[in-house]
């Protein structure tokens, strides 16, 4: 049974859900085409998603600074202590895909190097990079461009 987390919730997109939570989508590989097996799969998770519990972090942060107290440099880092809904977008058997995410283990070294520290411990910088970087604003449309995404949408200047 498909159960509302909240009651009076609105229930707008009733119908887009799998008639069958067991079909899963790396069952109908090699059925659908590639564009419907992402639409379908999609759909799948959201609804597994949407009936699960909610993940649970830990989070550490500390801040490091020089004896005067005039500089102060924070950091945190965060470990996932119980996946919840986010197991069904790592199920590798349901999706029929082996995705892992980038990452994971740098994540949690910085996890376990934060949490071995404690208050008023001394550390000392091992490497220091100064770095100053400047974001752009997305370019604004010249004339031709402006003519061809019109020309490309379909929109005429007849």
Avoid at 15 to 26: D, M, Q, Y
Avoid at 76 to 94: N, P
Avoid at 143 to 149: D, F, M, P, R
Wanted: aromatic share 8%.
């Amino acid at each position: 049974k498909y159960l509302k987390k909240v009651k009076n919730a609105q229930e707008a997109h009733e119908a887009i859900r799998p008639t069958s939570i067991r079909r899963l989508p790396s069952s109908l590989i090699g059925v659908l085409d590639e564009d419907s097996l992402k639409l379908y799969t999609l759909i799948w998770r959201r609804t597994m998603a949407c009936q699960m519990e909610a993940s649970r972090t830990e989070l550490i942060q500390v801040g490091i600074g020089n004896p005067e107290g005039d500089m102060i440099f924070h950091s945190s880092a965060s470990r996932l202590d119980f996946k919840g809904y986010q197991a069904v977008y790592e199920d590798t058997e349901a999706s029929g895909s082996s995705e892992n995410p980038e990452g994971e283990t740098a994540h949690q070294d910085n996890f376990e190097a934060l949490s071995k520290l404690e208050m008023k411990d001394l550390v000392s910088p091992v490497n220091v990079n100064l770095e100053q970087h400047f974001t752009k604003p997305l370019s604004r449309y010249s004339e031709g461009a402006l003519v061809s995404n019109n020309l490309w949408f379909g929109f005429s200047l007849d």
